[in-house]
């Protein structure tokens, strides 16, 4: 058995559980997907042993809270996560990462997860949270759909900037929301969102 920190979270449709053994092999097979590989900090070529490490490794990380999104029938239809203390001038925050499995696509699940995570991230641990006072969110400047779905859960555009991800330097979006903010869509500017 894998030791987790993590709540199982329920929504409408979903069941965010931490990742599980059962989950090897469809965390792998999402991961070959390009966009995954683009716009993720997954390793590439993606291997069998990453997201057995992803399972067993990750999910037991006191640093790191890491769900799988689980729709209604059962399949793994994404992951997300909030890496804790990432930030030493604001150690109350943490920095939002997800992906979402092709065939989900499309279909509000990243969104209906982001929800419920934001309000276990930001949620004093007294409440049963992870007691977080600020989230972040950064993408690559062309990764709309993943700007799209921040904005709608409330996230604040803060700029541009350019970090050195895997093949170099890039352009990416960053945003922030608060514990104190409400989770209302937040409007963004079409260069950013697509629109």
Not at 59 to 73: L, M, N, Y
Not at 85 to 99: C, F, Q
Not at 104 to 131: I, S, W
Not at 157 to 162: A, C, E, K, L, P
Request: charged share 25%.
């Amino acid at each position: 058995m894998i030791e987790t920190h993590v709540p199982t979270l329920r929504t409408a449709r979903l069941i965010l559980r931490a990742p599980a053994e059962l989950d090897i092999d469809p965390i792998y097979q999402a991961c070959q997907d390009p966009s995954i590989q683009r716009y993720t900090l997954v390793p590439v070529p993606y291997r069998r042993s990453d997201a057995d490490w992803f399972v067993r490794v990750n999910a037991a990380d006191p640093a790191s809270a890491t769900w799988v999104i689980e729709a209604a029938d059962g399949h793994l239809a994404g992951t997300i996560g909030v890496s804790l203390h990432t930030d030493p001038d604001h150690p109350d925050s943490g920095s939002l990462g997800y992906w979402c499995a092709p065939a989900d696509r499309g279909n509000g699940y990243v969104r209906e997860a982001l929800r419920a995570v934001l309000e276990c991230a930001l949620t004093p641990v007294a409440d049963g949270g992870l007691g977080l006072e600020r989230v972040t969110w950064r993408a690559l400047c062309d990764n709309v759909a993943s700007a799209r779905a921040a904005a709608s859960v409330g996230f604040r555009y803060t700029g541009r900037r350019t970090d050195d991800i895997r093949s170099g330097a890039e352009e990416m979006h960053t945003a922030e929301i608060h514990a104190e903010d409400d989770r209302r869509p937040q409007r963004w500017s079409g260069d950013v969102i697509g629109s």
